[in-house]
């Protein structure tokens, strides 16, 4: 079984057809989904933990995306403490530094990361986070920051993984896990299913980043849970391992980083 470890459900794209979304990720193996409640402005993470709340498949995480740092207030702490208080919420995030399109100043983003840093440290939640930005400079800081405020105290992933090697190496080495996504599908995948061969299977996590990154032969289209089994058939082929393998193993994984209690298997019998 599968676990899509960070997918958008809420976003608008998937207003018109949500049930049967999960329907179809459900035949196509999907147990579980991480919500991510970040990404499409501040408020609409309540979204997020009201579906978490509604359906026992689907776990939430909330925060404040880099695109969404310049929308910080003095009230957002207060609002993010009480979505971070219902059961369903596991996870931080996504937050991070996005170099790339720069819809807030690096300075903003910064000092928003560490915020939400503190914050998980505070409540013992890990974080999903995004990092990206055409030079080095945006994982050099977002590491950085990690120690400066994680005190090797927080775990975390690194969400739609492009980086190098060398550094996934070094953010393992600092409670960090890998999250691979749909790029690992694509034709061009820029050294990705290289660097994916060389990490260790048992530190690895899958996503779609839904709606957002289809895989290769569906690119162009709404992305959707459904699809993650195709993130995992690239990273077995990349590791030389079976599907079920690597389903098993990501999903435990998963389960382990986000302390997501055991679905209810139907009893025997
Ligand atoms: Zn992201
Ligand atoms: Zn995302």
Not at 137 to 145: H, K, R, S, T, V
Not at 152 to 181: M, P, Q
Not at 182 to 208: C, H, M, N, S, Y
Request: aromatic content about 8%; proline content about 5%; glycine content about 8%.
């Amino acid at each position: 079984m599968w676990l899509d470890s960070h997918c958008h459900l809420t976003a608008e794209a998937f207003d018109a057809d949500r049930e049967a979304v999960l329907a179809r990720a459900e035949q196509a193996g999907v147990e579980a989904f991480l919500a991510i409640g970040s990404g499409y402005g501040i408020p609409n993470n309540a979204g997020a933990v009201e579906l978490a709340a509604s359906d026992p498949r689907i776990f939430a995480s909330v925060g404040v995306h880099p695109h969404e740092a310049k929308e910080w207030s003095s009230q957002t702490p207060d609002r993010l403490a009480r979505w971070l208080e219902h059961p369903r919420v596991v996870a931080v995030g996504e937050c991070g530094l996005d170099y790339h399109y720069l819809h807030s100043e690096r300075a903003a983003q910064r000092e928003v990361f560490a915020t939400q840093l503190a914050l998980a440290r505070e409540r013992r939640l890990p974080v999903s986070i995004h990092v990206r930005g055409q030079e080095q400079g945006a994982f050099e800081e977002l590491l950085e920051i990690w120690r400066a405020e994680g005190r090797g105290e927080l775990e975390g992933v690194l969400h739609c993984y492009t980086g190098t090697l060398e550094f996934a190496r070094r953010a393992l080495d600092h409670g960090l896990w890998i999250s691979f996504s749909g790029i690992l599908t694509f034709k061009q995948d820029r050294g990705l299913r290289g660097v994916a061969a060389a990490l260790p299977l048992e530190r690895l996590l899958i996503e779609t980043d839904a709606p957002l990154l289809a895989p290769e032969g569906l690119r162009g289209r709404r992305n959707e849970p459904a699809f993650v089994d195709r993130v995992g058939q690239a990273l077995a082929n990349a590791q030389g391992r079976t599907p079920d393998e690597v389903a098993a193993v990501t999903t435990r994984n998963a389960r382990r980083l986000f302390r997501l209690p055991e679905p209810a298997r139907q009893a025997r019998g």
